[in-house]
Every structure is written in C-alpha cells, then in structure tokens.
C-alpha cells in the first residue's frame, strides 16, 4: 500500500543520528592510521582531526541554511534538485542509494564484528567476523524494517552510551597523561616512524573523514522529522560541533594512555590497550563493551538512510520501478521495498570490502580500493555544484550565507578532493571506474523507464 511517511522523530532524534552516526567506528578505526600516516607525529595528528572537523561543520553549516528553505524526502537530494533540477537531484540519490548508503553500511558491518572480534580474543578477518557482519547488517535491517520508531529510540540511547568511553578516555587520559609524562613525550617526540607517503597530512586527514562522516545522512529523515525546517538545521550544526570537539579531546586523551609506538603497534587492539591501561583490565573491558554499541549504534543511523535510499528516488517518481519502491508498509510505516534492495546492495559491498581489503591477495586486483573512504570523497566533489548554484540563486540571504561559508565549504571540498588523490593515488582512479559505470547504470534506467 502506498501512503505517506509520518512524522515520528523529534528534535533529540535528529541530534542523536547526527551525533549518533559520526561517532561510533571511525574514531576507533582510524586513530590508529591518523597516527601511522604522519609517523607517530601527534601535533600533526591533532593537527588532522582539526582540519577534518572544519570542514564538516562547514559543509554541515551550508546544508543547515538549506534546511531552513527545504523540506521534501531527503534533505541532500532536495537541495541538489532546488539548486540544479531534477537530473542532478537523481545523480546524487542515485549515488547515495547505490553506493555511498551500502558502501559505508557495510563497512560498519564488518568493523562492529571486528571490535566484537577483539573483545572475544577472535581473529578479526577471519570467518568468526565475517559471520558476524552478516548477522549485525542482517540484525540492523530487521530492526529499522519491522520498528523504525524502536529503531529511532535504539539511536538515542546508544548515543548517550557510546559519548561515555570517549568522554572518560579525553578526561582521564588527559589529567592521567599530563601526570606520568606520557601526553607530553608523545607532543615532543616528533616522526619516530618511516612515513609511507609523501604528504601525510593529507593522508591523515582523509582517513579522518570517515571518522567524520554520516551527518548528511540525518537528512534521509527529514520528511519523518517534527518540524524539520528548524529542528534538523539545529541537529546539523550542534551535533557537528559536539563531535569535532570530543574527537580531538579524545585523541589527546589516547596519547596520554599509551606512548605513540606502542599505540602504533597495537593494530587493531589499541583502543583496548588504552582502555585497559587507564581503568585497568575490567574497567578497560567495560568500557569497550561500549565501543562494541557505539559502533552498533552507527550502523544501525547508516541502516536507517541505507533503508530509506531508493524510496527518495521513487516518492519523485525517479529510478527503478517507483511503483514498486515508493510503497509504504501500512503497519510499520517504512519503504519494505526499498529496505529490501538496500540490505541486498549492502552485502554486496561488504563482500567486495572483504576480498578487496581482508584477503592477502585482493580478488578484483587493480580494482580492489578502500570503500570505506572514497566514496566520501566522491560525495564532496557532488556538494560544489550545490554550493555554487546556492550562491546564484538565494538571492534572500544575508553575505555570510549566501557567500562566505558556501565559498568556505567549496574550498573545503576541493581541499578533500586533492586530499584525495595525493593518500590514494592509482587507486582513485580505479575506483572511478567503477564509479562511472554504476553511474551510467543509474542514468540507463531512469532514462529507459521515461
């Protein structure tokens, strides 16, 4: 049955998907390779988390502007359509349905089994996490499928649980650092490892944008959102704020917990090592119990736009089938439909990230690259022509919105794009590739159903 989506999420909804979607893996996942990449250098480290929380706060502040003038199905796709029409609004959502929702929903699969995997002492590339992966994406879909409103309060909640581990690690790691000298060594004792790149601040700060990134995605829910044009605009700005400033607190507390080598060596169990050696064996395991739900929680904010992706090309009567996809479950009030096709993108992705990332010879060869950052990046080379078209049309708006920070979120933008190029190099191109033909998939269909 086909009927319209309620409005059931609240103001602290909205915050906490924003919030809630950010923080969870990719503080974890990555502090370790924002360290590795600039050879154990933590200013420059630190100085990577900053640059990379800029520019989310920028773009995120643009987008809020938007969100005041635009209410639809889904913030990004509404804006792209309001600033370049129709075409380019299907371009973004059909990227956004096909690649960068299962692509990043994947990848968050496999991270919550991998720190499930350390918590358990098991082999985080193994079968016991891949089959685990497939449970958690398989778990996170039936719940936003069969309860979105259960789904909306499983947000909220793990994210007032997983603030709790980085809020203790930035305090206590902080004052505990500062005492036995380790925070200051850790400032002072500059590169202490072979860097692997030749610019590795642009290399850490890519691998910060997954940390940073899913905030846009709180805009999937926008037409579910109580009184969105002011209530998703204020999501937007604090909850990118708040979460700029507990990864950089964060960071410096993981410093002053373990010297930068040992964190370096630490692999995938060095957030447990700084846990264990700040709260002591059981403390530290607590605690990374909450890590386990943080991610948990991520995944399930990425599942909640993953659900929800094709449904935004459907309600505009766009893409495959808008018959089929822009039906609502009577009971549930989701797009079953589109929920489906999502999970089923999904588990493709996540086993193109396990043969072209956790096998010790990639299965697509060339074609093998790290979809959990790239994809971002492509995404922020599509924001420009928004900020651009923002500028000539909102005629309305005072300089410093209309102006100022659109040409401040072009420049971050353009920043991550070359950023880009320099930490991944051949493997960008590659994965254009693959980017170009699921494009042209995309725009085949939509031209064939016209």
């Not at 490892?193 to 610019?199: F, L, R």
């Amino acid at each position: 049955m086909e009927n319209g989506l309620e409005k059931k999420y609240g103001l602290m909804t909205a915050i906490a998907m924003v919030i809630g979607i950010v923080i969870g893996s990719g503080v974890f996942f990555k502090a370790e390779k924002v360290l590795t990449a600039t050879g154990g250098n933590l200013p420059q480290g630190i100085l990577a988390w900053i640059i990379g929380g800029i520019i989310m706060i920028v773009c995120a502040y643009v987008f809020a502007t938007l969100a005041t003038r635009y209410e639809k199905v889904n913030g990004v796709v509404d804006y792209a359509e309001a600033a370049l029409g129709g075409k380019y609004a299907y371009f973004i959502g059909w990227f956004m349905a096909a690649i960068y929702y299962p692509t990043l929903t994947s990848v968050l699969a496999w991270v919550s089994a991998r720190y499930t995997c350390v918590l358990l002492g098991w082999d985080i590339v193994g079968s016991e996490a891949m089959a685990i992966s497939g449970f958690y994406l398989v778990g996170s879909f039936a719940l936003n499928a069969l309860s979105p409103k259960l789904a909306g309060k499983f947000q909220v909640s793990t994210t007032m649980i997983k603030i709790v581990p980085l809020a203790l690690m930035a305090v206590v790691g902080i004052i505990v650092g500062l005492g036995n000298g380790i925070l200051v060594s850790n400032f002072t004792s500059g590169v202490i490892a072979n860097v692997t790149s030749d610019y590795p601040l642009f290399t850490a700060v890519v691998a910060t944008a997954f940390a940073y990134e899913g905030w846009i995605i709180a805009t999937s829910i926008n037409a579910e959102l109580k009184d969105a044009k002011k209530n998703l605009p204020r999501a937007l700005t604090f909850g990118t704020m708040f979460v700029a400033l507990i990864y950089i607190l964060y960071y410096t507390g993981l410093a002053g917990a373990v010297s930068n080598s040992v964190m370096m060596q630490g692999g995938e169990t060095g957030a447990k090592l700084a846990f264990s050696t700040v709260f002591s064996n059981i403390g530290g395991t607590v605690l990374f119990v909450f890590v386990v739900i943080s991610c948990l929680g991520t995944l399930n904010g990425l599942m909640m736009g993953c659900t929800r992706g094709f449904y935004s090309l459907a309600a505009r009567d766009m893409g495959p089938e808008p018959k089929v996809f822009k039906c609502i479950d009577v009971n549930t009030n989701m797009p079953t439909n589109s929920s489906i096709l999502g999970l089923l993108l999904s588990g493709v992705w996540l086993l193109y990230f396990f043969g072209s990332n956790l096998t010790p010879v990639p299965w697509f060869g060339p074609f093998s690259f790290d979809s959990s950052e790239l994809p971002i990046v492509t995404i922020y080379a599509m924001y420009i022509p928004i900020f651009i078209m923002m500028m000539v049309k909102e005629k309305s708006l005072n300089f410093f919105k209309r102006f100022l920070m659109p040409s401040l979120a072009i420049c971050a933008c353009v920043f991550m794009v070359i950023a880009a190029f320099y930490a991944h190099s051949k493997a960008v191109w590659f994965y254009l590739i693959i980017f170009i033909v699921i494009m042209a998939i995309g725009m085949i269909i939509n031209s064939n159903r016209k």
